[in-house]
């Protein structure tokens, strides 16, 4: 079965400052990899999605890297912002099954001090 | 147009009863999946419906739970005789397809059991 981590599991950081993200999984037989955001009380927010042939995917400030050979994502924010603060997840489309239902991570929860 | 909605919002319920949790896809996606959030863990996949093809009901943890889907439009998941570890959130998602597509989650029905 897929396992998806993420590190850190919390994190805080002041204002501007870039950060990482970091997503690894044990099959490297996937679909895809989806980057989310949660923030309490909502529903998912999706991010980006970098496909299995893909290397990365860029959106504003954000960027999302995929080495599927090593298993492992990282999502990179620049120049952080207070309302970036929320849950990240990471979750991978899996072809084991055929249905590519995804396999999410546990979650790093950001905090951006102003 | 109009996202992944889902009804109700807010459920709580007493332990032994049923309930019908609901999820509006977006129009025209054909992909539907049901997972759920337990406190403090990662979602977890329930079901996936495409199509009409016979739904892939792996991810459901026990026969109390099941679920329905009218072509491409509706779904119903439904819990009998509820029971306090069913307390979660329970997540809809739909996409264009299998495969790799994007998903896009509803704001989720937070499910309380007492």
């Known amino acids: 079965k897929q396992e998806v981590t993420q590190i850190p599991a919390a994190l805080s950081v002041p204002e501007g400052e870039n950060l990482v993200l970091n997503c690894s999984f044990t099959?490297?037989?996937?679909?895809?990899l989806q980057w989310f955001r949660q923030d309490p009380g909502k529903g998912l927010t999706s991010l980006l999605l970098?496909?299995?042939?893909?290397r990365e995917q860029t959106s504003g400030r954000l960027n999302a890297s995929l080495d599927k050979s090593s298993g492992r994502s990282t999502l990179y924010i620049a120049a952080s912002q207070p309302g970036d603060s929320a849950t990240y997840l990471c979750?991978?489309?899996?072809?084991?099954?055929?249905?590519?239902?995804?396999?999410f991570g546990t979650g790093t929860r950001l905090t951006v001090i102003p | 147009g109009a996202g992944v909605s889902q009804s109700p919002s807010n459920k709580v319920t007493e332990k032994g009863k049923d309930v019908e949790l609901r999820c509006d896809p977006i129009?025209?996606?054909?992909?539907l999946y049901w997972y759920r959030q337990r406190l403090g863990q990662g979602l977890e996949f329930l079901i996936y419906?495409?199509?009409?093809?016979?739904?892939?009901k792996s991810g459901l943890p026990s026969d109390r739970f099941s679920a329905e889907r009218t072509g491409e439009s509706v779904s119903t998941l439904t819990i009998q005789r509820t029971q306090q570890e069913d307390s979660a959130v329970y997540l809809c998602?739909?996409?264009?397809?299998?495969?790799?597509?994007?998903?896009?989650f509803g704001p989720g029905t937070r499910l309380t059991v007492t």
């Open positions: 129009s025209g996606h054909t992909a």
């Open positions: 970098i496909q299995s042939s893909q």
């Open positions: 979750a991978v489309g899996g072809i084991q099954t055929g249905a590519n239902n995804l396999f």
């Open positions: 099959d490297s037989a996937i679909y895809n």
């Open positions: 998602a739909s996409s264009l397809g299998s495969g790799s597509h994007e998903q896009y």
């Open positions: 419906f495409q199509g009409n093809s016979a739904p892939d």
